[in-house]
């Protein structure tokens, strides 16, 4: 042990010390808890899942598939806390329905309903609800799902944060596809759908008014017919992800952890813009663990990659799609990347949130 | 920003290293003193890339790891007081101190904020008159003048409810504490390129005459390091021991003059604690005495606050280049970080955290996954 302090020794009182870090020893919730990363999974699994039991919610998918009435159905819910509510590229409207819709995308479903409720702080203003439900009802339309009952709350000033959305969905699963990550099999192809990162650092850039030179504008789509462009090529696809909060090294890292296999990517293929690399570097943040909301990264049959990725780049929402790797058997439930120069990295699951680095 | 790119290139990296390989005989100890070389040499994979020969040592330059845990504990404790909205860069947030974090602090109610610039806390003061804002002021040469300048501003405009917490400290001191112990092993260093783009190169002809090392100012990007470990490999096979500037495009000897001057008006030197390491004389930097209406060490009881560091934490010797992050003991199990022991298992720049996102997949000492599906 070295000395480390100015104290002398005997002042050193071990047993006294504990570890501040484990989050279950952490009385309170801090903002990591919603980050994505482990302390999001600690929460669900120390917690959640104990007291609420239940077979479907062991899947932990981005959406739950439920055998009801004879049909497959997929459900999802999540909610909306954005700050600010309007955001170049889309608002808290746009991702309420884009959020609930792609989640159901990501287990083949095409959402059929959505549920909407609304938490409002006392004191918004009441254009500001007009516009976000507008914005909410037109990305609705253009994802083609209906909003079929909804609830609305307030709660007085300073408890919340103007706007608040819960949505939950619904959708038929098709016959014959079945995506989950434990179908992944070493020798499956990696594709992302686009550019990454680009939302996160749209969000940032107003949020902390920091200029990059160019706008960023969010990705926020609906993925739903970019995944029927999938299907129709193979129903073998074998998962997909919504690399929202913990972005792709958050996706790549639950699928890799589910399917027991390794994940390598090849760093250089995978595509970030300009604008989102040099707002990295500043901040001193990776890319690779930046929301996205426009986005999918899909695991696929080696045999049908070519084909699924010329129907993705056919699509609109696919235009850049890319191959970045593949599944394979060595450092199973470890996603590696290599390195523009060659070497190698372990791309780990977040603990928290990311944080700007000061250096 | 096309600069970037070709500060990637993998081809002319294959160059560099070809070069490398060519050159060295026979094996070398270079110390990176900056985390951010750290990182970026774990992150491209360079240290895999180099000769066997060339063993990369990791120094202490992380200002996040080195800010000492009773400074941590001051700032918790200010943090925590009602009338406090303290401000801090993010990654200090994590940073455990005795019991709890900022992030903890937050949580438990107290105003704690993530800034970019100290000026952003700076303005929160003017827009917050009924408060006491409290900047945490941390860093090496690098980030002093930002803060510098904030608090002369702060004392220009008249914001009386503006304080820093500072714990600001030198690279070259450290050099100098790291040479002169008994057990170095570092027979060349690649100097910070940000802080000597303020301070200039004036202070390291002396140390590399009196320690006959090289000392190269090297950059962050891949190619730089590269550059940086070419050219200290050179000399280290001609005999030689001079202090070279790789990174011209950043650097003048003469460094940045108006900063510099910023430095001298607000603060002034101190011997300084370093986490893992212990005390160096006149290795750090506080608010000067014309300045002391705006310390926050003086405006808060914290005076009392003395803290120890936990036993089992070998980051001291990690941050001297003694020890490899997997080495110790404790490295991914007792230690990792989710649950770490000591500041460079905390911050992204410290050592032992960039062996252990980057690295883990060729280390002796792996940890079951805490990986899990996340709803």
Redesign the interface.
């Known amino acids: 042990m070295s000395d480390t302090t100015d104290l002398p020794a005997a002042a050193l009182d071990i047993e006294a010390w504990t570890c501040p870090a484990p989050v279950r020893d952490r009385p309170r919730v801090v903002m990591g808890h919603g980050g994505g990363g482990v302390l999001s999974a600690e929460l669900v699994q120390q917690i959640f899942a104990p007291a609420f039991g239940g077979e479907v919610l062991a899947q932990m998918g981005d959406a739950a598939v439920l055998s009801l009435g004879g049909a497959r159905l997929a459900f999802s819910t999540d909610s909306y806390v954005v700050r600010p509510l309007f955001f170049p590229g889309g608002s808290i409207g746009d991702l309420a329905v884009n959020g609930t819709v792609n989640d159901l995308a990501m287990s083949g479903a095409r959402a059929a309903y959505l549920s909407c409720g609304f938490i409002l702080e006392e004191g918004v203003e009441l254009d500001a609800v007009t516009r976000v439900s507008e914005a909410l009802g037109a990305a609705a339309r253009t994802a083609g799902v209906e909003v079929a009952t909804g609830d609305t709350k307030v709660v007085e000033a300073g408890h919340g944060d103007g706007i608040f959305i819960n949505t939950a969905g619904i959708g038929l699963v098709p016959a014959g596809v079945d995506l989950r990550p434990q179908r992944v099999v070493p020798g499956d192809v990696v594709i992302v759908s686009g550019a990454i990162g680009v939302h996160g650092v749209a969000i940032m850039s107003v949020r902390e008014g920091l200029e990059f030179g160019v706008e960023i504008k969010s990705d926020c789509a609906a993925l739903g017919g970019l995944v029927d462009a999938m299907l129709a090529v193979t129903p073998d696809l074998h998962v997909l992800r919504d690399p929202t909060r913990g972005g792709l090294a958050a996706s790549l890292n639950e699928i890799a952890a589910a399917s027991g296999t390794g994940v390598v990517i090849r760093e250089r293929d995978v595509p970030v813009p300009p604008a989102v690399a040099n707002a990295c570097a500043i901040l001193g943040l990776d890319p690779m663990y930046i929301a996205n909301e426009g986005k999918l990264v899909a695991f696929v049959p080696r045999e049908h990659a070519d084909a699924v990725l010329e129907a993705m780049r056919a699509h609109p929402l696919g235009a850049d799609s890319v191959i970045i790797g593949e599944a394979v058997e060595a450092h199973p439930g470890m996603v590696v990347a290599r390195t523009g120069l060659g070497g190698t990295r372990v791309v780990d699951l977040p603990i928290g949130e990311q944080l700007p680095r000061i250096c | 920003?096309k600069y970037?790119d070709e500060f990637?290139d993998?081809e002319l990296?294959r160059r560099l290293l070809d070069d490398i390989h060519a050159t060295v005989t026979r094996p070398w100890a270079l110390m990176e003193v900056?985390?951010?070389q750290t990182?970026s040499i774990?992150?491209?994979?360079?240290?895999?890339?180099l000769p066997k020969e060339v063993e990369l040592i990791h120094g202490p330059g992380c200002?996040?790891c080195v800010t000492?845990?009773?400074v941590i504990d001051k700032a918790l404790e200010i943090a925590s007081r009602p009338e406090v909205i303290f401000c801090s860069?993010?990654?200090?947030?994590?940073v455990?101190?005795?019991?709890?974090?900022l992030?903890?602090v937050?949580?438990?109610g107290g105003d704690v904020r993530?800034v970019?610039s100290p000026l952003d806390a700076l303005r929160i003061a003017q827009q917050n008159p009924d408060r006491e804002v409290v900047f945490f002021g941390?860093?090496?040469e690098?980030?002093a003048p930002p803060n510098a300048m904030t608090v002369h501003q702060a004392r220009k405009l008249g914001i009386p409810n503006f304080s820093m917490l500072v714990s600001h400290v030198r690279v070259p001191p450290a050099i100098e504490a790291i040479m002169s112990s008994p057990s170095c092993r570092v027979q060349g260093f690649l100097a910070a390129g940000?802080v000597c783009s303020v301070m200039g190169v004036e202070e390291y002809p002396e140390l590399a005459e009196r320690f006959r090392v090289p000392i190269v100012v090297t950059g962050f990007e891949?190619l730089d390091i590269l550059e940086g470990v070419r050219r200290a490999v050179r000399q280290l096979e001609r005999g030689e021991h001079t202090v070279d500037n790789a990174y011209a495009r950043a650097v003048r000897p003469e460094g940045n003059p108006a900063a510099r001057a910023m430095l001298e008006d607000v603060f002034e030197a101190t011997d300084r604690?370093w986490?893992?390491?212990?005390?160096i004389p006149d290795s750090g930097w506080r608010l000067s005495s014309k300045y002391r209406d705006h310390d926050a060490e003086h405006r808060f009881p914290v005076g009392g606050i003395?803290?120890?560091?936990?036993?089992?934490?070998?980051?001291?010797?990690v941050l001297?280049g003694l020890l490899k992050p997997h080495e110790c003991e404790a490295f991914g199990t007792l230690c990792t970080?989710?649950?770490?022991?000591g500041a460079t298992m905390v911050?992204?720049?410290g050592a032992c955290a960039a062996y252990?996102?980057?690295?883990?997949?060729d280390m002796p000492t792996t940890t079951a996954?805490?990986?899990?599906?996340?709803?």
């Open positions: 920003m970037i990637q993998p990296a900056c985390g951010g990182h774990i992150r491209h994979g360079i240290d895999q890339l200002p996040v000492p845990l009773e860069f993010g990654d200090m947030l994590r455990p101190g005795t019991g709890r974090d992030f903890q937050r949580g438990e993530v970019y941390i860093g090496f690098t980030t940000h891949p604690a986490r893992g390491i212990g005390v003395r803290t120890a560091e936990p036993a089992e934490c070998r980051s001291g010797e001297q970080p989710r649950t770490p022991l911050s992204s720049e252990y996102l980057y690295r883990r997949l996954r805490e990986a899990s599906p996340v709803v």
